[in-house]
């Protein structure tokens, strides 16, 4: 049971480490930028990013307001998809913003939401 938690935890620190170096690349910072802006040195940064050690809470919300991001957007675009079903238009795209989706879904704001 032990080994299947840790396999578990490592997949999510996983998930948030590529939901971050995305946002990296996206916006053009650099480990040092990041890490500065989180109080990190270069091995701590390196480690989180590379998800060799999780990213906590205060970083997570540091990094939301860095990238100007919602904080649930470090757990990737399947993060609701266990909570939120819905049948797409034949006339068009699902058009569905996220506080739609939190409402579809009866889940609290996003402020603090973590698996």
């Not at 053009?28 to 940064?45: M, T």
């Not at 990094?63 to 939120?84: H, I, N």
């Amino acid at each position: 049971m032990e080994t299947m938690r840790k396999l578990v935890v490592s997949e999510h620190r996983e998930k948030v480490a590529e939901e971050v170096r995305a946002l990296m690349g996206r916006h053009r910072v650099s480990q040092k930028a990041l890490g500065i802006a989180l109080g990190l040195g270069q091995s701590g940064i390196s480690d989180r990013v590379n998800g060799k050690v999780p990213f906590d809470v205060d970083e997570l919300y540091a990094m939301a307001e860095f990238f100007d991001v919602p904080v649930v957007t470090f757990f990737g675009s399947s993060f609701l998809s266990g909570y939120v079903t819905a049948v797409p238009d034949p006339e068009g795209p699902l058009q569905l913003s996220l506080d739609d989706a939190l409402d579809a879904a009866k889940l609290p704001s996003p402020t603090l939401c973590l698996i």
